[in-house]
């Protein structure tokens, strides 16, 4: 039982490149969300799922795009990486039942140069 | 609209002081306040939810509402506390859980 994993860990990209960050949980969770977390601001919510097939506007959506085509995968796109797009990004899920019960990934640290 | 508050960036204790990590909230209804934690090199996890009212490593959080506060105390703080604490609130019925913008706890020996 892995929980949250995220793919990759690591990554550099060049602005106006684009690139997906995968999300995978075998906790069979009905919703996921994809977090961003930079120094004095927290985590800010990105964008979120509540079921396959269903993805909604966190936060700071600008820049991103989701998918959930697997109740147990929630992709986050970026179609043209900016520098200000550089942050840690997580992903969680949860369960119906509990709403303040995140599971977490080890986050994915992106540079955008 | 919901928002939380830790007017701390950083808090500093010794040893064996008592410690007490501010969270104030905004939100017209009833809402569920949680505290998580991320120790280093870890994943971000949950501390302790205002529902179960429980002690979690020696943390305790009460709900006041009246304050709209929701302050994360401990009486003799330790090395192994040191760690980025995380409020964090959930509006009834709402898909999303509202965090604040952390605080970090520095247990100096």
């Known amino acids: 039982n892995a929980g949250v994993t995220q793919t990759p860990k690591f990554r550099v990209l060049k602005t106006g490149q684009s690139m997906t960050l995968l999300c995978a949980q075998d906790?069979?969770?009905?919703?996921m969300y994809w977090y961003r977390q930079d120094p004095g601001m927290g985590l800010r919510l990105i964008h979120y799922?509540?079921?396959?097939?269903?993805?909604a506007k966190g936060e700071v959506p600008d820049g991103y795009n989701v998918s959930r085509l697997k109740k147990q995968n929630f992709l986050l796109g970026l179609e043209s990486a900016a520098p200000s797009q550089t942050s840690v990004y997580f992903c969680?899920?949860?369960?119906?039942?509990?709403?303040?019960?995140?599971?977490f990934g080890e986050g994915s640290r992106l540079t955008v140069l | 609209a919901q928002r939380v508050t830790q007017p701390e960036k950083l808090l500093s204790v010794f040893k064996g002081a008592p410690v007490e990590l501010k969270c104030n909230y905004s939100?017209?209804?009833?809402?569920?306040l949680f505290w998580y934690v991320q120790y280093s090199r870890q994943r971000l996890q949950l501390l302790l939810r205002?529902?179960s009212r429980e002690s979690i490593k020696g943390f305790t959080a009460d709900l006041n509402k009246g304050e709209t506060s929701f302050h994360l105390k401990k009486p003799f703080a330790q090395e192994e506390d040191s760690a980025m604490y995380y409020c964090?609130?959930?509006?009834?019925?709402?898909?999303?859980?509202?965090f604040g913008k952390g605080t970090k706890l520095s247990v100096i020996p």
């Open positions: 969680a899920s949860r369960t119906v039942q509990e709403p303040g019960e995140l599971f």
């Open positions: 906790m069979n969770h009905e919703y």
């Open positions: 799922s509540v079921g396959e097939g269903t993805t």
């Open positions: 939100y017209s209804g009833s809402p569920e």
């Open positions: 205002h529902i």
């Open positions: 964090a609130l959930c509006g009834a019925g709402s898909y999303q859980l509202t």
